[in-house]
């Protein structure tokens, strides 16, 4: 099966005419109705030399990692940094694999806000998660200009985030509270950046759309976790009005999901539904059987719209108004 990237390789390469690539990817969506728009493609290994691959990688750069720290103890994240780099260039810009290019990416940001965060408490700085943070994104930044791995934008969402939050709690420890609220803000963000992702690309024919799935999935459990947690989800003494207030919720962010096509909070938010509707049957008798009964219950549920989805998309999208419709991923 031909990706997309294949076809825009093979575009760029002269191979066939832009027209031709768009002709191939509409005759491919009208055979498969369900198409890479509801089906949320998203390319992570491509064979097991993917895995074989990322063995290996993390094998060498732990060990560059820990050999350098022994040798010139605190530049162990710059060593990282770098081998991950270098081997981006051959696996990610040439060979261009997906699984790997998610690892080196990860590696390469983490050695870089590992690297600055070392500097700082060298010079005696008292905050040291903000300059991490923001080098980290920078260097994300760099990272997507050279090799544009579709969750590179993410990795710099949570590092910028990481950095704010560890700060603002070593700052004001009174404020631990809050974090909560910190990072429903941070996920509110998170979620309107994967919109404007997934607006610029309503067919899901580009890497666009990879870059908004991360994101969404990096959001959906920072906004999920607040809602939830407010509403007592993981509580044992849950009552039935509460019991309800939870199921709402996760239907409104199943009609949310629907709406932009994107299944991530739904399923960030299932351990919550989960829990909630076992403690309520183990209350009223089902001590053994709560989390089982609950789960045959929520998967015959998912199951029920996955197979579905599509059509009640359909339905529930052509309720909105035309300019909304045009900006969501397509009907089919």
């Known amino acids: ?7 825009s390789a093979a575009v760029d390469a002269g191979v066939i005419a832009p027209q031709q690539a768009e002709q191939l990817r509409q005759f491919w969506q009208q055979r498969h109705q369900d198409t890479a728009v509801d089906a949320e493609h998203f390319r992570l290994v491509t064979g097991f030399n993917d895995i074989f691959v990322v063995i290996a990688s993390m094998l060498l750069l732990v ?12 530049m162990g994240g710059v060593a990282l940094a770098a081998a991950s780099w270098l081997l981006s260039l051959y696996f990610v810009l040439n060979k ?37 943070g923001i080098a980290a994104a920078l260097a994300a930044w760099l990272h997507w200009r050279t090799f544009k791995v579709p969750i590179t934008i993410a990795a710099a969402a949570v590092s910028l985030v990481v950095g704010v939050a560890t700060s603002l709690i070593a700052a004001f420890p009174e404020a631990l509270w809050s974090l909560n609220v910190i990072c429903l803000l941070a996920g509110l963000g998170l979620f309107a ?12 024919i580009s890497g666009r759309a990879d870059v908004a799935f991360w994101l969404h999935l ?3 459990p920072l906004i999920v976790h607040p809602i939830f947690f407010a509403t ?10 509460q019991s309800l207030i939870i199921f709402g919720l996760y239907l409104l962010l199943a009609l949310v999901s629907l709406v932009i096509d994107r299944r991530a909070m739904m399923v960030s938010a299932l351990v919550y539904v989960i829990s909630a509707f076992a403690a309520l049957l183990s209350q009223n008798g089902f001590v053994d059987q709560g989390i089982t009964v609950t789960g045959l219950v929520v998967g015959l549920g998912l199951i029920a719209l996955s197979v579905g989805w599509h059509r009640i998309r359909k339905l529930v999208v052509s ?14």
Request: cysteine-free; proline content about 6%; overall charge negative.
């Open 1 to 7: 099966m031909y990706s997309d990237d294949d076809l």
């Open 63 to 74: 060990g560059v990692q820990d050999l350098t720290n022994g040798v010139f103890p605190g």
């Open 96 to 132: 261009r694999m997906a699984l790997p290019a998610i690892v080196l990416l990860v590696a390469f940001v983490y050695g870089i806000y590992v690297s600055v965060e070392q500097l700082s408490t060298f010079l005696s700085s008292a905050n040291r998660s903000v300059p991490a």
């Open 193 to 204: 950046l994967a919109l404007y992702w997934d607006f610029s690309d309503p067919a899901r």
């Open 218 to 220: 990096v959001a959906s």
């Open 232 to 241: 007592g989800a993981l509580d044992s003494g849950i009552g039935v009005s």
């Open 319 to 332: 309720q909105l108004p035309t300019s909304m419709q045009q900006r969501l991923p397509r009907l089919i």
